[in-house]
């Protein structure tokens, strides 16, 4: 099983639409995770981070589900600029809790 | 504020060639990283540093990457002999302790 693995994608969404990505991770120790954002031919960007209660930022809704090990992006009324890959990372822990490891990511394109 | 900044943005050369991609971290940064990003394979950790010192290289490809840092504000990472299958796109990435960690525009690397 890969360390983190996300929804294969692609998503394609009319405009105010709701779309949720999850992804999974392998190891139970983790400690941090994160969505990024990465449009195309740019660098990765911080989306948020997730919390253990979840948490919320405008339209977008994080989730952390630590029984089974996976972590949720939900983006509510979504618009044309959404459109990006979506990469979950999770930060390992003791000597691995400064690695990130990244999700291949999915691919939004949000329509007209 | 400066980001992580690096250089060259871009790198066009034959196989067997020496390639050297440089970073900038954000000042007062003690964390860098070098990441490698294929469609096949994702964001990939090469390597790590923690105040210049080497602490994870297991996503080292091979002997033939080597990464330095002589000091807090500049790294290199060094591909010799270079391969076709080195071409990427090669990101650097720096954070101030467990915080997130903030990208660079990342080298595009074609090898003939």
């Known amino acids: 099983r890969k360390e983190v693995e996300q929804d294969p994608g692609p998503f394609n969404v009319p405009e105010g639409a709701t779309v949720a990505f999850n992804c999974t991770y392998s190891?139970?120790?983790?400690?941090?995770f994160f969505w990024y954002r990465q449009d195309c031919r740019k660098e990765p960007k911080l989306l948020m981070s997730?919390?253990?209660s979840g948490n919320e930022d405008g339209r977008f809704t994080a989730q952390l589900n630590r029984a089974s090990q996976y972590i949720s992006l939900l983006i509510r009324d979504s618009k044309l600029s959404d459109s990006a890959t979506y990469l979950c990372?999770?930060?390992?822990?003791?000597?691995?809790?400064?690695?990130?490891?990244f999700g291949k990511g999915t691919l939004l394109t949000v329509n007209p | 504020d400066a980001g992580v900044i690096q250089s060259p943005r871009h790198e066009v050369t034959e196989m067997g060639q020496e390639v050297t991609l440089r970073c900038k971290p954000i000042?007062?940064?003690?964390?860098l990283f070098w990441y490698r990003q294929t469609m096949m394979r994702g964001l990939e950790l090469l390597i790590y540093?923690?105040?210049?010192?080497?602490?994870?290289d297991s996503g080292m490809p091979e002997d033939r990457f080597s990464a330095k840092m002589p000091n807090a504000s500049f790294s290199t990472l060094k591909i010799q002999p270079s391969e076709p299958r080195d071409s990427a796109v090669y990101f650097c990435?720096?954070?101030?302790?467990?915080?997130?960690?903030?990208f660079g525009d990342g080298t595009r690397l074609s090898i003939l």
């Open positions: 190891n139970s120790a983790s400690q941090s």
């Open positions: 990435a720096s954070s101030y302790g467990n915080q997130p960690q903030h």
């Open positions: 990372a999770v930060r390992g822990s003791g000597g691995s809790n400064y690695k990130l490891t």
């Open positions: 997730v919390y253990s």
């Open positions: 540093f923690n105040n210049n010192v080497p602490i994870d």
């Open positions: 000042s007062g940064h003690d964390y």
